[in-house]
């Protein structure tokens, strides 16, 4: 079974003046153990998604299922439980994550003591070894820089063993070397404990450290860059970059291909525009159409 699965999913947000259309059918599946990352603008979509991933939100239509939860239909005490002890969150505002008034330590253990779980300074302590902070887990938050934070914030959304790890924007608040850092601690987490981890950013750096990026365009999954060699392999030859992704664009149920926005402005594409289709065997070469362009000019 997934650990994530979305079909035609919907979410409308209603005003009393307008309605806004967040998810326009959008289609994605994850699988167990695996590290994946959603892109795209501001609005796309994607933090909505996730909100809903995370039982913080619920579509308007469609199916959506998480860890084998129906998310349209569960009951308000099961989304509680499921919120408490099979889903972390990671916030960029890592201030949602801790109490300032406690220590590292004691802010990995809180969520355990809610959810009544035992041996909690041993897995906290654990915890804080893999984010590197064990040696910081007796000072209090207004203690640590905003990077080691972060990196208490992780260890408390990993207390409860969840089966996914979700993440909206966790770097856009610390440095370059700080982003790497953060990365390579969820890759860990990922490798060691086999953890579901699902991040938004638009960081692109991020690309060459998961299994596969997902963007997200005008509220439907738009084209996917997957991980074509493993990360071992990958670290031995960073500066071939072009070997490790391959990249897959989305087609819809009208049959309707939506590029990389980056291919539409290498290739200064008009928009809205044509371009010219052909078939060469197993292939579907497409070119831009340049004589449309120069007839209309």
Not at 4 to 18: F, G, H
Not at 59 to 72: E, S
Not at 166 to 174: K, N, Q, Y
Not at 241 to 258: C, F, M, P, Y
Request: aromatic letters at 4%; hydrophobic letters at 40%.
């Amino acid at each position: 079974m997934a650990m994530i699965e979305c079909e035609n999913l919907v979410k409308i947000y209603k005003t009393d003046e307008i309605e806004v259309m967040a998810l326009q059918g959008l289609d994605l599946t994850v699988e167990d153990g695996e590290f994946m990352a959603m892109m795209g603008k501001s609005g796309s979509g994607k933090s909505t998604l996730l909100n809903m991933l995370g039982g913080l939100d619920t579509p308007t239509a469609g199916k959506l299922f998480v860890h084998g939860h129906d998310m349209l239909r569960m009951k308000k005490s099961q989304m509680m439980t499921f919120k408490r002890k099979e889903v972390g969150f990671v916030w960029q505002n890592n201030g949602r994550n801790m109490l300032p008034f406690l220590s590292a330590l004691d802010n990995v253990m809180q969520p355990m003591i809610y959810a009544g779980r035992k041996k909690r300074k041993e897995r906290a302590e654990m915890l804080l070894e893999i984010v590197g902070l064990k040696h910081r887990m007796k000072n209090k938050v207004d203690q640590l820089s905003g990077g080691e934070q972060q990196r208490v914030a992780i260890a408390i959304a990993m207390a409860n063993e969840p089966a996914l790890l979700l993440a909206d924007e966790p770097t856009g608040a610390v440095d370059t070397k700080t982003a790497d850092l953060i990365f390579d601690i969820f890759r860990e987490l990922n490798r060691t404990l086999k953890q579901t981890i699902v991040i938004v950013t638009h960081d692109f750096r991020m690309s060459q450290k998961v299994d596969r990026v997902v963007n997200i365009r005008d509220g439907k999954t738009s084209s996917e860059i997957i991980r074509s060699i493993s990360y071992a392999d990958e670290l031995k030859q960073l500066h071939k970059q072009n070997s490790v992704h391959t990249e897959w664009i989305s087609l819809d149920r009208a049959g309707r291909l939506q590029l990389p926005q980056e291919y539409v402005d290498s290739l200064k594409i008009e928009i809205p525009g044509k371009m010219i289709a052909r078939r060469e065997g197993d292939q579907i070469i497409l070119t831009k159409d340049d004589k449309s362009e120069n007839a209309d000019s």
